[in-house]
Each structure stands twice: as structure tokens, then as C-alpha cells.
């Protein structure tokens, strides 16, 4: 990347001034620091001249100016310069700048991929909401997240699994069953079956039971009340997973795997991970139930993973999920996407992965907070238990995918955020989804007008005319994709990248306004091929943005 060619040379700077004697001895920084500048002052600088002042015992301008001096030739460096309090401030060349675009081209739908890990395993779980009910807005902030993270970090160069974790045992899950059941018998005439005091009052339970009476008839009415339950809960659960994958696949969002609650249980997992532990002393009964002694591990107290009446917890599964993870399919990393309730299920996590003998740093979890759905001004309720649910479903109908993914990655996820449906429904530049697609749909159409003129796209187009400033910042700007891409993958925090997409696509309009791309007037035919040289590039680059976020690039609107 660049700023990483200017820190490489800034360094050598530092090492060349200090073998010459123009600096005093002293062991130089490890990283050199370098970040985009005021456009007054150039296009990068680095305050690395700033904390040398101390071990140099020089002015930092003075140290600076120094290590100016020592700068190796660059193709990509115009100009070097320091500014107060001792700046080193680097202007690019405008040549080199040009004939960016030709790399571009030539990078295509890769333009902006880095090595970041070298092929490093990891693996993104996210969403996971329990199969007990239709996915709501919430789950898809947590699904954009997770799967805009995903793309990214598989552009940085790890060997990405993205993955779904069904919680589809437990208390929960049984509540789940009952409230089904209930409304089954209910629905057949039975109006004498209770429902569950904390069942589940959706109108979804209501519809779900009335698809089972329809497919199965009364044939469960007459059997012994668990196992009712039990054969009627099975159908419900898968009729919910299929609910659930069709769902996000209405959001196009993929996954690799898709691991069951259950199947630690079933096929031994968790008693041998739990017969470690004990090994290891990570394990004590007392209060009649089974506790993780995760104090001896960093955390704050103790967790039960087996109750005294019997049932582990859901934090039992999730330590022999972890195991599973890292230590029988061996991620490097793996990063789950959270909701804000589970906050303080962290700690304990990072007790887990101690217990594992691992690193604590190779489980990220994100936390993100909730979404509010809201119309103009009017908060829009959503409930699970009450039958007020609108479902991520519906918001996807009424708005559209690509808005409801790039809306939901507006903020960083630590960060509470609105939805507005107004909003969502906008077609004017007010709505961010659409002024960035609309951006790209513009380049589609001055090519297609291109076509449709007999404008020959030349192989070899003269870039080297593209001096405009209006040029020249579109091309800066797409030069940040890989910035971009590194600093998702680094911080995990996919915001950057809608923010990243509108600025791209506010300089590009400006290009549009500043520069005529296709003229007729004599003499121009070389300019104009430069010109859609430079949109061609610009294509590609916004595309290549739009498809990290999950989001369409339509040729026209």
C-alpha cells in the first residue's frame, strides 16, 4: 500500500541520517507513522520527527528537516517539506497519480485486495438468533456486520468460514415447542389447552401451527402430551431454520456452515470437553450444581454450566462450541458478532479460552447495540412475545435489500442507531444507498453512451493527460480502497466502508460536473480516452466497494 512505500521510505531516511552522523545515535521507531494530510499541506504526513525529539534531544522540526534531506528518490514523491511542530508532509506526484489508473484496470475486480494474514484461518459467526422466531431488523445489523466483516477480511487474505450457530436446545427452545403445541390444539377446537404462562404470543406460533395442521392434519391430538410436543417441536424447529436461511438469503448473506446447539450433546462433545476441564481443575460442584471456576481464570465469578435440577446452560454449549473451534478444527481466529445483552458473556469467554491454554486475543467478539425502527419520527415497537413483530422480512420487502444493508452499516456497531423507513424509501441523494448506486449507475451510462457514439475505447489511452484537480482527486480517492480494507479488517468495524463508498462517489460527481469525459470538439478524441480510462477505473473501484458491502451495482436507475 502507499502509506506504507512513504513510511519504508521515511524510515530508510531516519537510518541514512543516522549513518551519516546527521543525527545523533538513538534506536529508530520500530513503525513510522503516516497519515493522509490537509490537501493545503500535501497528500501525507507523518509527525514521526515528534516523539524523536526526546531521545535525539533536537527540535523536531529540526529532526525532520533532517530526515527530508535523506529521502531516497520515489516515483510516486513530488515534493517533501516540514511544517510546524515538525511535520513531514509529502506531496505525490501527479504522473505517478495518472498512471494509477492503468493499475487499476489491470487489477480489476481484485483492485484493493491486500495480505494482510498470509492465508490465516479464521472464522465469522454471526447472527445465530435462537430458531424460535422470524429474524427481526436487529438480527440484520447483525447480519450485514457479520457478512460485510467476512468479505473484507477475505480481500485482506485470510481463509475465511462464515458460519450460523443454532441454539436449538434448552428452556428456550422448549418454551418454543409448548407455545406451538398449544396453538395447535387451540386452532383444532381444543380451546381448554393452556398456553405457556411465557410462551410465545406471535402471530407467527398462530401461523406456524395452523402450516402443521394443514401438512399434518389432527394427527398429533391424539398422542401422549410430550411426545406431542416433542414430534410437533421438531417440525417447528426446522420450519424456523428454513424460515430463518431464507431469510438471509432474501438479505444476501451466505454462509458455509451451519452448527447445531444439539450436536455438541449428541455426538459426545460436551462430556469430553467437560471431563477436561475437571482434568484441569477448571471444574467444582457445590450448590448442587457444576461451575466453571472461571475466577482462577481472570473473571469475575464463577458460571454453573450444569443447574442443580439437572440441564446445562447455554454457557455449557458454548465452551464446547469454542473447542470445537479452536482446537478440533483449528481457526487461527474467530470472531462472533453479539448482540448488546450479551455483553457480559465476554469475560467468561475470554476464562474459556485460558482453559484451552489459547491466546484470549484469538476469540474477537463483537458487541453491537440495538436498532430502532422507526417511521419519520413514530418509534415502530417490535416484540416477539406479543404478536407486534415486524420481521427483517418485511423490512426487506417495503425498502429493499441494498438499503437495508447499507443503512444498517451506516454506524459502528458499538454505536445505538435509528432505521428509518422513510428514509429507506427515498430516492434522492438524502438516502446514502441510493446516491452511492447512483453514482455507479452515472459511469454505466457514459459508457453505454460511449457505445452508443462509436467512441472506441483505446487500449492504450494517454493517462498521462489527466492533470485536471477534479481528475486527480478521483483517482486519490480510489487509491484508498486498500486503506479502507486494512483498516475494516484491523479495527472490525465496517462503517468505514459506506463511508468510504459516499465520499468516492461524491468525488466522482464532482469529476462529472468539472470534466466533460466525452467531447467532440477537435483535438479532444485524446483527452476523452483518457477520460473514460479514468471512469472505467472509477467503475471498478466503486463496484469493487459495493460488492464488500453486500450491496447491488446497478448499470442504471
Known amino acids: 500500500m502507499l502509506k506504507e512505500r512513504i513510511a519504508q521510505l521515511i524510515a530508510q531516511a531516519i537510518d541514512d541520517a543516522l549513518d551519516a552522523g546527521a543525527l545523533p545515535p538513538f534506536d529508530p521507531p520500530d513503525n513510522v507513522p503516516v497519515q493522509h494530510a490537509k490537501p493545503k499541506f500535501g497528500d501525507f504526513a507523518s509527525p514521526v520527527a515528534m516523539p524523536l525529539a526526546g531521545v535525539a534531544h533536537m527540535p523536531p522540526v529540526k529532526i525532520a528537516e533532517t530526515i527530508v534531506e535523506h529521502l531516497g528518490d520515489a516515483d510516486f514523491l513530488a515534493e517533501a517539506h516540514v511544517t510546524h511542530p515538525g511535520f513531514i508532509n509529502i506531496r505525490l506526484d501527479t504522473a505517478w497519480l495518472a498512471r494509477q489508473v492503468e493499475a487499476i484496470l489491470e487489477a480489476g475486480d481484485q483492485f484493493g485486495n491486500i495480505d494482510l494474514a498470509g492465508g490465516k484461518r479464521i472464522q465469522v459467526e454471526f447472527v445465530s438468533s435462537n430458531p424460535n422466531g422470524p429474524l427481526t431488523i436487529g438480527h440484520g445489523r447483525n447480519a450485514a456486520i457479520g ?20 441454539n436449538d436446545a434448552g428452556r428456550q427452545m422448549n418454551l418454543f415447542y409448548a407455545s406451538v403445541f398449544a396453538r395447535y390444539m387451540q386452532e383444532l377446537g381444543h380451546a381448554d389447552v393452556e398456553f405457556p404462562e411465557a410462551g410465545y404470543r406471535g402471530a407467527y406460533v398462530v401461523d406456524l401451527a395452523q402450516e402443521i395442521i394443514d401438512e399434518e392434519g389432527d394427527r398429533f391430538a391424539g398422542l401422549d402430551h410430550n411426545r406431542a410436543v416433542e414430534e410437533i417441536g421438531a417440525i417447528a424447529l426446522q420450519k424456523m431454520i428454513d424460515l430463518i436461511k431464507e431469510d438471509l438469503v432474501f438479505m444476501g448473506v451466505r454462509y458455509d456452515r451451519w452448527f447445531t446447539e444439539s450436536s455438541v450433546y449428541e455426538n459426545g462433545l460436551f462430556d469430553q470437553v467437560l471431563e477436561m476441564l475437571r482434568d484441569k481443575g477448571y471444574v467444582e ?30 454457557f455449557a454449549s458454548d465452551i464446547a462450541y469454542h473447542y470445537d473451534k479452536f482446537v478440533l478444527r483449528g481457526f487461527d481466529e474467530v470472531i462472533n458478532v453479539w448482540g448488546a445483552d450479551h455483553q457480559g458473556h465476554v469475560p467468561r469467554m475470554n476464562a474459556v479460552m485460558r482453559s484451552f491454554g489459547l491466546d484470549p486475543d484469538r ?35 417495503e425498502v429493499g435489500g441494498d438499503v437495508v444493508r ?29 446516491y ?5 449507475a452515472r459511469i454505466s451510462s457514459i459508457l453505454r453512451y460511449a457505445q452508443e457514439r462509436g467512441v472506441p475505447l483505446f487500449d492504450d489511452p494517454d493517462i498521462t493527460l489527466l492533470t485536471h484537480p477534479a481528475e486527480l482527486d478521483l483517482i486519490r480517492g480510489m487509491l484508498r480502497l486498500p486503506e479502507i480494507i486494512e483498516l475494516v479488517s484491523a479495527k472490525r468495524e465496517p462503517h468505514h466502508l459506506t463511508h468510504y463508498a459516499q465520499e468516492l462517489a461524491t468525488t466522482f460527481h464532482g469529476f462529472y460536473k468539472e470534466c466533460r469525459v466525452i467531447s467532440s470538439e477537435p483535438g479532444d478524441e485524446a483527452i476523452s480516452q483518457a477520460r473514460l480510462a479514468l471512469v472505467r477505473a472509477a467503475k471498478i473501484v466503486l463496484a469493487r466497494t459495493l460488492t464488500l458491502i453486500g450491496v447491488g451495482t446497478p448499470e442504471q436507475m
Request: glycine letters at 6%; hydrophobic letters at 40%; proline letters at 3%.
Open 147 to 166: 457478512d460485510t466483516i467476512a468479505n473484507v477480511l477475505a480481500a485482506a487474505g485470510y481463509d475465511v468460514q462464515r458460519e450460523y450457530y443454532f
Open 285 to 314: 460442584e457445590k450448590e448442587g450444581a457444576v461451575w466453571f471456576t472461571s475466577t482462577g481464570l481472570g473473571d469475575d465469578k464463577d458460571n454453573v454450566i450444569i443447574r442443580s435440577n439437572g440441564p446445562p446452560t447455554y
Open 363 to 397: 476469540l474477537d467478539i463483537i458487541i453491537y447495540q440495538l436498532v430502532t425502527l422507526k417511521r419519520g419520527d413514530e418509534i415502530v415497537r417490535l416484540s416477539t412475545r406479543t404478536g407486534d413483530l415486524i420481521t427483517l422480512r418485511e423490512v426487506i420487502e
Open 406 to 434: 447499507f443503512l444498517l452499516l451506516q454506524r459502528s456497531p458499538t454505536a445505538q442507531m435509528d432505521f428509518d423507513l422513510e428514509l429507506a424509501k427515498d430516492t434522492s441523494e438524502k438516502n446514502p444507498v441510493y
Open 436 to 440: 452511492v448506486q447512483y453514482a455507479h
